[in-house]
């Protein structure tokens, strides 16, 4: 049977589970999408950005929660090509369905891809938007308080980029919190993917882990630090990265940030950033 067919079964399968546990959620909270939580019962704000590590949390039921790269540069460097990347509004539009459900709806709004052959110096420069993805992050434990929470968020992307050639990817992502004295944050998140080869229209399997660890700094600005490595099960190949980000709360449910994720590697991608969040 086809590998492809079997791992976005399993993936399916993943977006699926979070609505089989919705009614149960729906009768313990009674919150739903048609019936927001009240203002005054609202969580506090998490967000899924700025670092690689998800939140484990998810958006109150009948909340939306928008959060986007403002600006994203990306720069690659294969045995073969250099590759620039220019990105603008890479958006993620959260839902809050019950009180541990929510799904997201992530598009690139535009982005601009900039490809040079090293051996003949030959250039090629596209753009156009991006790529559709869609998520839904179940939360497991540690939702409405606690010191641990887990989640679960299984995610579809849509090949529909007109700046790069991309094909159907899937994955599903583990994330986890712990909460140390002295509000020190700590992160952990694994993930195991199907995505498309950089230089080639063939795919593989990747596997991600990551380890971050967040504090304020003063009121209302966070210092996030993240290291986090992927491997590419095809190629056998590790790729390590280190991230850096701060954020900074500018009004009540209103954050930017900023920040760099740098491979290690020569052939490990380099990106810098600025974005926002926004919850209504």
Do not use: C
């Not at 899937?170 to 952990?188: A, C, H, R, S, T």
């Not at 971050?212 to 590790?238: N, R, V, W």
């Amino acid at each position: 049977m086809n590998k492809n067919y079997i791992f976005y079964t399993v993936i399916l399968g993943g977006l699926l589970i979070p609505f089989k546990g919705s009614a149960q959620q729906n009768a313990q909270k009674n919150f739903s999408l048609f019936n927001p939580v009240p203002s005054a019962q609202m969580r506090e704000m998490e967000t899924d950005r700025p670092d690689v590590t998800e939140s484990p949390f998810t958006v109150d039921a009948g909340h939306f929660q928008l959060e986007t790269d403002l600006v994203r540069t990306i720069r690659e460097k294969s045995e073969t090509t250099q590759t620039n990347t220019f990105l603008i509004n890479q958006m993620n539009l959260k839902i809050g369905i019950t009180g541990s459900t929510a799904i997201q709806i992530g598009f690139q709004t535009y982005g601009r891809q900039s490809e040079k052959e090293l051996d003949s110096g030959e250039k090629t420069i596209i753009d156009g938007h991006g790529d559709l993805t869609f998520r839904i992050k179940q939360n497991l434990i540690g939702n409405d308080g606690g010191n641990f929470a887990l989640a679960l968020l299984p995610f579809v992307k849509f090949p529909t980029s007109k700046y790069e050639d991309s094909r159907f990817e899937g994955g599903l992502i583990v994330p986890m919190q712990y909460k140390l004295p002295g509000e020190w944050n700590l992160g952990f998140q694994v993930e195991v993917d199907r995505l498309k080869d950089q230089d080639e229209n063939t795919m593989h399997t990747e596997f991600l882990q990551t380890l971050t660890i967040s504090h304020s700094i003063i009121k209302g600005l966070d210092g996030i630090a993240e290291t986090y490595y992927t491997y590419d099960f095809k190629a056998h190949q590790f790729s390590n990265y280190i991230n850096a980000a701060l954020q900074m709360e500018v009004a009540k449910d209103f954050k930017l940030d900023a920040g760099l994720n740098l491979g290690i590697q020569h052939t490990a991608a380099k990106h810098y950033f600025v974005g926002a969040s926004y919850r209504l």
